[in-house]
């Protein structure tokens, strides 16, 4: 599966932002996906998984309720709604796609990848 990010680009603290995921050359409902993102100088970090059932995790350290991943199977795309959001959200935003059967955290188990897209938030 081939995966698009985009919503990205350059917030206010505080501001809402909503990133989406398209999907191409297979469908969305085949796989748990998931949103990871990278800060400038730092590892790429977990941000929510939703399975192919809908159920979700996210990183409660990082995101603490302010954000919503959802998925649209018939229209094979993904969303991020991102809320309240503070300058330490600034970091380039991938989706991820899993084959796994176990809903996961660990980037290692998502082997299809978009290209990210960039989110910056302003103090």
């Known amino acids: 599966v081939q995966l698009q990010a985009s919503g990205g680009g350059l917030v206010q603290a505080g501001d809402s932002l909503t990133l989406s995921c398209a999907a191409s050359?297979?469908?969305?409902?085949?796989?748990?996906m998931a949103w990871f993102r990278q800060a400038p100088g730092k590892e790429r970090e977990f941000v929510a998984s939703?399975?192919?059932?809908?159920?979700?995790?996210y990183s409660e350290d990082s995101v603490n309720g302010r954000f919503t991943i959802s998925r649209d199977n018939a229209r094979n795309t993904m969303s991020l709604q991102m809320n309240s959001l503070k300058p330490e959200d600034t970091a380039v935003y991938y989706c991820?796609?899993?084959?796994?059967?176990?809903?996961?955290?660990?980037?290692?188990?998502?082997?299809?990848w978009g290209p990210g897209t960039k989110v910056t938030v302003s103090s």
């Open positions: 050359g297979r469908t969305l409902s085949s796989y748990n």
């Open positions: 991820a796609a899993s084959t796994r059967l176990a809903i996961s955290r660990a980037s290692e188990d998502f082997l299809s």
């Open positions: 939703i399975s192919r059932s809908g159920v979700r995790i």
